[in-house]
């Protein structure tokens, strides 16, 4: 029969797994409580010392004992060497009439007892008689009963003529009996013979077997009562310390007014009485640090509320002007549609402002509702559809078919949606956006995916920063505030939910919203991945085979060169109405000169020196452009887009040192859609309204 | 004839713009300053809405909100500057029937308006039935067995739009759109507050409502008649 070795296998690799987790368990105790290793030490120490007294005070009690009873001893053989030298005298030497004479000497002494003994403190003994120097026929020593039990060494101090005493454990009836032998030589007739007294040891052996009892319970029951009281002392001193440690776990935990019981006037009420004084020091500081964020938060939100009405006077204003702005001569018309939507800009930073220090000051409430995630997401993209639609990007969903009900805050969760799917667009290169919605039993995921540019290393941790922008020279569609991420941080954290973001360069970004299915619920995992699994649309191969950093870069640059490009042409149309000039072609000179002046060097001499047809130009060299430049533009104020346009440019252009400069080729072409897709933009950004 | 529109708010330059606003869309408009004289001027001047800033000096605009409701079924519209939450809840229960945030386009305010007076168009004769009560239509009437029950005339408009379509059940936006005419999914705390406050006055038990019924998850729908 083959016994299967697995489970013992098994056992043997269990075991030392058991031992060691038992043993972490036991030295985990050992280490937390200080009351067990006070116990065990006190335990341990006392242990040793009752030993060491009670092995100290056995002895003491046995070497008393043995004293007495062999002064006793001693004195009994003195008394009955006298007797017996009576009832030897004339004895022959012959062992045979020897050994009866030593038996009626011994019977003498044993029967009627020896006359000056005290009996009762030596006890009964067996007496001994023997005469080394007669040895009989057998070859043996002529002696009474149980000589033989006599030790040697014995033997020869007494046949020396010496007193002496030994302890020997003999066999009596088959029972091994300590005996105290006392021996003494008696002078006789001829010769001296060896009387021998034997004491059993019994009764002492006995009393020392009590003594020792006696002692090893008291010493049991001293180290209990020892556990016991020393269990009770520490607990004494334990306990406040335990209360201490969590009143102070409390108090971590923000219970700031949590105080320790202060009882007597011991050294642990000076503890309880320190840590008080400790814990209202730091409430005190806590309380003003929280006072002063809950008036940095008022600020904020006072200077938001008091900057409306006057916004809102200013906003109805420029609609009224915007709404008859057909009848403008058309650089006032143009003021009026930047007017209008840099107020719908100023707007949305101060709503965002306001919403971001509801988010801080936490009083802020999620109106979590029952709703199906596939209605959210639809109305989100259907809200930036123009938006994708102007950038060119197509935005692809896909939801499950079944119903996917959430509790959710639905205004909170389109408005987080929006954010990232406006994001997209802005950075989706024109490519697909996928919105991709994925549910399982707890929790309910959302992600945005674009290919665009991406993000660099790093940066996936900096988008949810306040007013991060990945790219400050960057064209921006949906003129973001800055904000929009950081809300939907907190948006999704008011949920109990995760918004994650992850981007590679030139392979795009995606953003992941998961969200519990009820309030409540711990997110443990998302039922959709990040990075994502995607694979990349189109163009994304060539994109990979040059280096993708040089190729956004050199885009970049290209896009920023037809914004540089831009107010010349609007100019361009409207200068010849205003300044009566015969062409367009001195205005865009002349516009030129002014934003290069007006921003930065590095873009007048980049644009101006590498256009061929601005340096025949002959009324305004660009070396002195200034004085006409100032005075005109007090006149006919530009529009401030105009001017802020070839800012950014420059900016880009300085920062990125050369590509797009030396490659003004690239841009030109580029130019008049870019102005035409502007313009387009704010003037139905205008209708809508 | 003109509508005219009762424009209390503190700040001249706004009070100003918005009379500038309106009176070129066609209302009429007179502006109070002070909370306090709000009333006053309710009674005196008999306007068709109030437009009624929230942060007014004399009398806070929700105690306002309060007293205008207290005898008078006349639409207001707050004008607030505060977003939060709290606040427009309050502004809600203590009787607005809509509200704009500032800053807000001119555009937006006048349809708000416009929607607030929409009512006063010609209505075709109907008697509807919901739950147990019965409404006159064109006579902007309510009645609980024989028993006249006042409603404001939003209240009005979306206890109608619930009893035409007994069947159906209304979600929050569906709502907003078909009585407070926003087109683009606003604010659902608006249709919350104002069935809160229409079951107060029509509902024998509000606890255990009978003639506006919550479809959990959805909205609400009228109870059968």
Same mark, same amino acid.
Request: hydrophobic content about 40%; charged content about 25%; overall charge negative.
């Given at each position: 029969?083959?016994?299967?070795?697995?489970?013992?296998?098994?056992?043997?690799?269990?075991?030392?797994?058991?031992?060691?987790?038992?043993?972490?368990?036991?030295?985990?105790?050992?280490?937390?409580?200080?009351?067990?290793?006070?116990?065990?030490?006190?335990?341990?120490?006392?242990?040793?010392?009752?030993?060491?007294?009670?092995?100290?005070?056995?002895?003491?009690?046995?070497?008393?004992?043995?004293?007495?009873?062999?002064?006793?001893?001693?004195?009994?053989?003195?008394?009955?060497?006298?007797?017996?030298?009576?009832?030897?005298?004339?004895?022959?030497?012959?062992?045979?009439?020897?050994?009866?004479?030593?038996?009626?000497?011994?019977?003498?002494?044993?029967?009627?007892?020896?006359?000056?003994?005290?009996?009762?403190?030596?006890?009964?003994?067996?007496?001994?008689?023997?005469?080394?120097?007669?040895?009989?026929?057998?070859?043996?020593?002529?002696?009474?009963?149980?000589?033989?039990?006599?030790?040697?060494?014995?033997?020869?101090?007494?046949?020396?003529?010496?007193?002496?005493?030994?302890?020997?454990?003999?066999?009596?009836?088959?029972?091994?009996?300590?005996?105290?032998?006392?021996?003494?030589?008696?002078?006789?007739?001829?010769?001296?013979?060896?009387?021998?007294?034997?004491?059993?040891?019994?009764?002492?052996?006995?009393?020392?077997?009590?003594?020792?009892?006696?002692?090893?319970?008291?010493?049991?029951?001293?180290?209990?009562?020892?556990?016991?009281?020393?269990?009770?002392?520490?607990?004494?001193?334990?306990?406040?310390?335990?209360?201490?440690?969590?009143?102070?776990?409390?108090?971590?935990?923000?219970?700031?007014?949590?105080?320790?019981?202060?009882?007597?006037?011991?050294?642990?009420?000076?503890?309880?009485?320190?840590?008080?004084?400790?814990?209202?020091?730091?409430?005190?500081?806590?309380?003003?640090?929280?006072?002063?964020?809950?008036?940095?938060? /008022?600020?904020?939100?006072?200077?938001?509320?008091?900057?409306?009405?006057?916004?809102?006077?200013?906003?109805?204003?420029?609609?009224?002007?915007?709404?008859?702005?057909?009848?403008?001569?058309?650089?006032?018309?143009?003021?009026?549609?930047?007017?209008?939507?840099?107020?719908?800009?100023?707007?949305?930073?101060?709503?965002?402002?306001?919403?971001?220090?509801?988010?801080?000051?936490?009083?802020?409430?999620?109106?979590?509702?029952?709703?199906?995630?596939?209605?959210?997401?639809?109305?989100?993209?259907?809200?930036?559809?123009?938006?994708?639609?102007?950038?060119?990007?197509?935005?692809?969903?896909?939801?499950?078919?079944?119903?996917?009900?959430?509790?959710?805050?639905?205004?909170?969760?389109?408005?987080?949606?929006?954010?990232?799917?406006?994001?997209?667009?802005?950075?989706?290169?024109?490519?697909?956006?996928?919105?991709?919605?994925?549910?399982?039993?707890?929790?309910?995921?959302?992600?945005?995916?674009?290919?665009?540019?991406?993000?660099?290393?790093?940066?996936?941790?900096?988008?949810?920063?306040?007013?991060? /922008?990945?790219?400050?020279?960057?064209?921006?569609?949906?003129?973001?505030?800055?904000?929009?991420?950081?809300?939907?941080?907190?948006?999704?954290?008011?949920?109990?939910?995760?918004?994650?973001?992850?981007?590679?360069?030139?392979?795009?970004?995606?953003? /992941?919203?998961?969200?519990?299915?009820?309030?409540?619920?711990?997110?443990?995992?998302?039922?959709?991945?990040?990075?994502?699994?995607?694979?990349?649309?189109?163009?994304?191969?060539?994109?990979?085979?040059?280096?993708?950093?040089?190729?956004?870069?050199?885009?970049?640059?290209?896009?920023?060169?037809?914004?540089?490009?831009?107010?010349?042409?609007?100019?361009?149309?409207?200068?010849?109405?205003?300044?009566?000039?015969?062409?367009?072609?001195?205005?865009?000179?002349?516009?030129?000169?002014?934003?290069?002046?007006?921003?930065?060097?590095?873009?007048?001499?980049?644009?101006?020196?590498?256009?061929?047809?601005?340096?025949?130009?002959?009324?305004?060299?660009?070396?002195?452009?200034?004085?006409?430049?100032?005075?005109?533009?007090?006149?006919?104020?530009?529009?401030?887009?105009?001017?802020?346009?070839?800012?950014?440019?420059?900016?880009?252009?300085?920062?990125?040192?050369?590509?797009?400069?030396?490659?003004?080729?690239?841009?030109?072409?580029?130019?008049?859609?870019?102005?035409?897709?502007?313009?387009?933009?704010?003037?139905?950004?205008?209708?809508?309204? | 004839?003109?509508?005219?529109?009762?424009?209390?708010?503190?700040?001249?330059?706004?009070?100003?713009?918005?009379?500038?606003?309106?009176?070129?869309?066609?209302?009429?408009?007179?502006?109070?300053?002070?909370?306090?004289?709000?009333?006053?001027?309710?009674?005196?001047?008999?306007?068709?809405?109030?437009?009624?800033?929230?942060?007014?000096?004399?009398?806070?605009?929700?105690?306002?909100?309060?007293?205008?409701?207290?005898?008078?079924?006349?639409?207001?519209?707050?004008?607030?500057?505060?977003?939060?939450?709290?606040?427009?809840?309050?502004?809600?229960?203590?009787?607005?029937?809509?509200?704009?945030?500032?800053?807000?386009?001119?555009?937006?305010?006048?349809?708000?308006?416009?929607?607030?007076?929409?009512?006063?168009?010609?209505?075709?004769?109907?008697?509807?039935?919901?739950?147990?009560?019965?409404?006159?239509?064109?006579?902007?009437?309510?009645?609980?067995?024989?028993?006249?029950?006042?409603?404001?005339?939003?209240?009005?408009?979306?206890?109608?739009?619930?009893?035409?379509?007994?069947?159906?059940?209304?979600?929050?936006?569906?709502?907003?759109?078909?009585?407070?005419?926003?087109?683009?999914?606003?604010?659902?705390?608006?249709?919350?507050?104002?069935?809160?406050?229409?079951?107060?006055?029509?509902?024998?038990?509000?606890?255990?409502?009978?003639?506006?019924?919550?479809?959990?998850?959805?909205?609400?729908?009228?109870?059968?008649?």
């Amino acid at each position: 029969m083959r016994v299967d070795p697995r489970p013992v296998t098994r056992w043997v690799q269990e075991a030392p797994a058991l031992v060691r987790e038992r043993w972490q368990q036991a030295s985990e105790l050992w280490r937390r409580s200080l009351q067990l290793r006070v116990v065990v030490s006190t335990l341990a120490l006392s242990s040793a010392v009752v030993f060491v007294l009670g092995m100290v005070l056995q002895s003491q009690i046995t070497d008393q004992m043995l004293n007495s009873k062999m002064t006793a001893a001693t004195a009994q053989i003195k008394a009955s060497v006298t007797a017996v030298q009576h009832q030897l005298v004339g004895v022959s030497p012959g062992p045979d009439s020897l050994s009866t004479r030593f038996n009626a000497a011994l019977n003498s002494l044993t029967s009627s007892g020896s006359p000056n003994i005290d009996g009762s403190s030596a006890g009964a003994f067996e007496p001994i008689l023997a005469d080394a120097r007669t040895i009989d026929a057998a070859g043996n020593v002529t002696a009474t009963a149980h000589y033989g039990d006599i030790p040697d060494d014995l033997k020869r101090f007494v046949q020396n003529d010496e007193i002496a005493t030994r302890i020997h454990t003999v066999s009596r009836d088959g029972v091994p009996t300590t005996m105290l032998m006392v021996g003494a030589q008696v002078p006789s007739a001829n010769h001296p013979v060896q009387l021998y007294l034997l004491f059993p040891l019994t009764a002492e052996q006995h009393t020392t077997e009590v003594v020792q009892n006696t002692l090893i319970v008291a010493g049991i029951v001293l180290l209990l009562l020892l556990a016991g009281i020393t269990n009770l002392v520490t607990r004494q001193v334990v306990r406040p310390v335990r209360q201490a440690a969590e009143v102070a776990e409390r108090f971590a935990d923000g219970k700031l007014d949590d105080r320790m019981t202060v009882v007597g006037e011991d050294d642990v009420a000076r503890l309880a009485e320190s840590y008080n004084e400790m814990a209202e020091s730091i409430q005190a500081q806590i309380r003003q640090l929280e006072e002063f964020g809950l008036l940095q938060r /008022r600020f904020t939100s006072d200077v938001s509320h008091e900057l409306r009405t006057p916004l809102t006077t200013v906003r109805m204003a420029a609609d009224v002007l915007h709404a008859s702005r057909e009848q403008f001569p058309a650089g006032l018309a143009r003021s009026t549609e930047l007017l209008v939507d840099e107020l719908d800009r100023f707007e949305a930073l101060l709503g965002d402002l306001l919403e971001i220090s509801r988010l801080d000051a936490g009083v802020d409430e999620l109106a979590a509702d029952l709703v199906d995630v596939r209605g959210v997401v639809e109305r989100a993209v259907a809200a930036v559809g123009p938006v994708a639609a102007s950038s060119g990007s197509v935005v692809e969903t896909y939801v499950p078919d079944a119903e996917v009900p959430a509790e959710i805050d639905a205004r909170r969760v389109e408005r987080v949606l929006r954010n990232l799917l406006n994001n997209a667009v802005d950075h989706g290169e024109g490519l697909p956006v996928r919105v991709r919605v994925a549910a399982d039993e707890n929790a309910v995921a959302i992600v945005v995916r674009d290919f665009g540019v991406g993000l660099r290393e790093g940066e996936a941790e900096l988008v949810f920063n306040r007013f991060w /922008r990945a790219d400050p020279s960057r064209n921006r569609r949906t003129g973001g505030t800055g904000l929009g991420l950081a809300i939907s941080v907190e948006d999704a954290r008011l949920h109990g939910g995760w918004l994650e973001a992850w981007g590679e360069r030139g392979k795009g970004a995606c953003f /992941r919203l998961t969200l519990p299915r009820r309030q409540g619920q711990e997110l443990a995992d998302s039922p959709l991945p990040l990075p994502p699994e995607d694979e990349p649309p189109v163009r994304e191969l060539e994109d990979a085979e040059v280096s993708p950093l040089i190729v956004a870069e050199i885009e970049a640059d290209a896009e920023v060169e037809e914004i540089a490009w831009q107010p010349a042409e609007s100019v361009a149309l409207d200068e010849p109405m205003v300044l009566g000039e015969p062409a367009g072609e001195p205005a865009v000179t002349w516009e030129l000169a002014g934003a290069g002046a007006d921003s930065s060097p590095a873009l007048e001499s980049g644009v101006i020196g590498h256009d061929p047809e601005l340096d025949g130009v002959p009324n305004t060299p660009p070396p002195s452009p200034f004085p006409s430049r100032a005075s005109e533009s007090r006149l006919y104020p530009l529009p401030p887009k105009a001017d802020s346009q070839p800012s950014t440019a420059s900016r880009a252009s300085t920062l990125d040192a050369g590509p797009g400069q030396a490659d003004p080729g690239a841009s030109e072409p580029a130019a008049p859609t870019a102005s035409e897709s502007t313009f387009a933009n704010s003037k139905s950004a205008g209708e809508a309204r | 004839m003109k509508a005219r529109v009762l424009v209390v708010d503190d700040d001249p330059a706004l009070a100003e713009m918005l009379t500038i606003v309106l009176r070129g869309e066609g209302f009429d408009t007179a502006v109070v300053a002070d909370g306090a004289r709000a009333l006053p001027a309710l009674r005196e001047l008999k306007p068709d809405i109030v437009l009624l800033d929230l942060m007014l000096p004399g009398m806070n605009g929700i105690d306002v909100c309060k007293a205008i409701r207290a005898e008078s079924g006349v639409p207001i519209v707050m004008l607030t500057a505060k977003s939060d939450t709290v606040d427009i809840v309050l502004g809600l229960e203590s009787g607005a029937d809509d509200y704009v945030v500032k800053p807000f386009k001119p555009k937006e305010l006048v349809a708000r308006i416009r929607t607030r007076l929409r009512r006063t168009e010609s209505e075709p004769a109907e008697v509807l039935a919901i739950g147990d009560l019965a409404i006159d239509v064109p006579g902007h009437e309510v009645t609980r067995e024989g028993q006249a029950i006042q409603l404001t005339p939003l209240e009005f408009d979306l206890l109608v739009a619930l009893a035409r379509k007994p069947r159906q059940v209304f979600t929050r936006e569906v709502l907003l759109e078909q009585v407070w005419g926003y087109r683009h999914a606003a604010d659902t705390r608006l249709v919350n507050v104002h069935v809160q406050r229409l079951r107060s006055k029509v509902e024998k038990d509000p606890e255990h409502p009978e003639v506006v019924l919550t479809v959990r998850g959805v909205g609400y729908k009228a109870g059968p008649p």
